[in-house]
């Protein structure tokens, strides 16, 4: 153990993870991020320090939420400040390159999803982590929310009896696609790099490989739908976006004995109505997240329990109530139970790197129009 991931953890033994947060935008600041909603989880974690490549923004923000110090690059706030941990919320492109320092300075850390851009890059963190007794965990958080964390429960009981298939929706309209438009510019999500797939479709992704464990296979199409598009409302109303990244990507994974699921990834979902996720077993189905209806519904077929229907309990199978109360928070509430209480990480590292090989197997498969083999799991 170094010396600074000694000094983490015996700070973090008092009871408090002292946290930096990088980057001040979106996630950062925005109703569901991290910083309006982290007093919920006070006095175990404390926000002593924050950092943007926009200096004025950083100590503007952290006016805004009275977060002691201000910095203007990562490693001037590992420097100047005494943390525990760092939560990495930069843009998809430097999630690596900023985690791997975060860890060499012998910090825990919560990530942005996706962990990395390569499988070489996540294994990497992975491995300098498990070095130096650092505790990582990644982005999405949706796996801590109740009506997946049940869907996972009653699947593994069987109240579906065998899986066949699943749905899953992963997508929106877009940054800038909707009338509300982006509050800040939302070009970069259209360039290589970025797209709908890191975007949006790794939620879908963690979710269904989640529930159903990890994927052996994958087969894809993707494409780009309009070559330029125009953002709708906000502040930047007009802009026109060439768009570089493939636009929207529907793949298949194959979990092997006959079992498969249909994930989109795409910024071409101006609305929608179905299911979030839908799980199609011989003995039953699970809705989770229906738009018009509870956020976890079972039908059930039992001809020995004369069950064959809608299942109505008493009481919900499960209320979303994580999501709306702690938003992005819930993250890093999460990496001090695993820190400071010893707690089994949910969402991991080793998940998150498969949730990588997932994405980059759909790239491959809509460029070679194959079916690519996976290798990881978690």
Known sequence: MTDATASAAAAASGGTLRVGVLGSGGIATAPYGVLPNIHHFAPRVAVTALADVVEDQARAVAGQFGIPAAFGSLDAMLEGADLDAVVNLTPIPVHAETSRRILEAGKHLASEKPLAATLAEADELIELAAARSLSVVCAPPDLLYEPYERAAALVRDG??????????????AGPGGGPAGWPSDPSWFYR????????????????????LGPARRVTAFAGVTEPVRTVRGGPFKGLEMPVTAPDN???????????????????????ARS?????????????????????????????????????????????????????????????????????APVLTAEHARHALEIMLGVTVSAAEGRAVELTTTF
């Open 249 to 271: 990507c529907l793949f298949m994974l194959d979990f092997g004995d006959s079992v498969y699921a249909v994930v989109d990834g795409t910024f071409n979902v101006l609305a």
């Open 192 to 211: 290589e790099g970025s797209g709908p797939l890191l975007d949006m479709g790794v939620y879908g992704i963690h979710e269904i490989t989640g529930i």
């Open 275 to 343: 299911p979030k996720v839908e799980i199609f077993g011989r003995r039953g189905v699970l809705n989770i997240l229906r738009p018009d209806g509870p956020d976890l519904e079972l039908y059930r077929t039992d001809i020995a329990d004369g069950v064959d229907g809608w299942v109505e309990p008493t009481a919900p199978l499960a209320t979303d109530t994580r999501r709306a109360t702690y938003g992005r928070a819930l993250l890093v509430g999460h990496l001090a139970d695993v820190v400071l209480d010893g707690a």
């Open 159 to 172: 109240a579906l009896g065998r899986v066949a298939f699943a749905r899953v929706r992963s997508s929106h």
